[in-house]
């Protein structure tokens, strides 16, 4: 990451043709920062989802999101922080069922500079249609090992932005990360879950989507009693499932997604 110090003016005169005074602003030579406090670390795995992270005074670091990604997952960076950086690295995808072999990917990597409790608003936006994760850490100064890695497991789908709320409080080393699911999502991710043979036969991927969906339209509604209810209903199916026709991490997508609606329906942060 390279910034530049203050922009300096150099003016000449000029008596040729009449006097003539021409001033210009150059900038000094740009310096490399130096990571002086604690850090923020967060990044994706494959397959290819781009990472953008945001922070509560609304300034990014990370997949600029007017800007197309490849279908390898590079794509256009923006930072706004004032000490951060972002990076695109090449990684392997080591996935049998995708011939023929392991096949170059891009893998996002944030690094922000954190001296205060902060919350920030992580987005993956999806390439592929598949199981990927995100992962965040602190790395505090003076301390010889970072604060343990907050791992997520998430779905996603051509286009899809999932997100998730992290917490960092540095003077305390602590970090959190929430999924900030919207309603239709959840019936999305068993969609996703049944594609790929994670969640089978098809009688359960239908009774798991009804239920998904039946929630769905209880909050569209307003009506939070019978939401709760469903959520409920459908965490249980999903329990009972357990070691028989739902595998990881699709189990623990799908739970920890439905028990994210129950905390919004219950006052927690919801997304709109």
């Known amino acids: ?15 040729a043709g009449g006097l003539t005074l021409r001033c210009e602003a150059s900038l000094v030579k740009p310096f490399k920062s130096k990571w002086t406090g604690n850090i923020l670390e967060v990044s994706t795995s494959t397959p290819p989802a781009a990472l953008l992270v945001i922070g509560a005074d609304g ?24 000490i951060a950086e972002v990076e695109q690295q090449n990684i392997t995808n080591d996935d049998p ?4 072999g392991p096949s170059p990917t891009t893998g996002w ?56 709320m992290i917490t960092t409080n540095s003077d ?17 991710s068993i969609d996703i879950a049944c594609d790929l043979k994670l969640l089978e036969p098809d009688g359960i991927c239908q009774s798991l989507k009804a239920k998904a969906d039946a929630a769905a339209a209880a909050m569209k509604r307003g009506n939070k009693k019978a939401a709760k209810g ?29 028990e994210a609606l129950l905390k919004g329906l219950d006052g927690g942060r919801k997304r709109k």
Request: aromatic share 6%.
């Open 1 to 15: 990451m390279l910034f530049y110090r203050m922009a300096a003016t150099v003016c000449t005169l000029s008596i």
């Open 172 to 188: 305390m080393h602590e970090i959190t990360m929430e999924r900030q699911v919207r309603p239709g999502e959840l019936a999305a």
């Open 97 to 100: 069922n995708e011939p023929p």
């Open 59 to 82: 300034k990014r670091v990370g997949a600029h999101p007017d800007f197309p990604i490849s279908n390898v997952g590079l794509g256009t960076e923006i930072n706004e922080f004032l």
């Open 109 to 164: 990597y944030v690094r922000i500079q954190d001296e205060i409790p902060h919350t920030y608003l992580v987005q993956i936006r999806g390439i592929n249609t598949k199981n990927t994760s995100v992962r965040a850490w602190l790395d505090i100064s003076n301390v010889p090992s970072p604060i343990p890695t907050i791992r997520r497991e998430l779905f996603v789908a051509n286009g899809s932005i999932k997100e998730f």
């Open 230 to 258: 469903v959520l409920n209903a459908f965490l249980n199916e999903l329990k009972a499932q357990r070691d028989k026709h739902v595998k990881e991490p699709a189990l623990t997508i799908l739970r920890e997604e439905a």
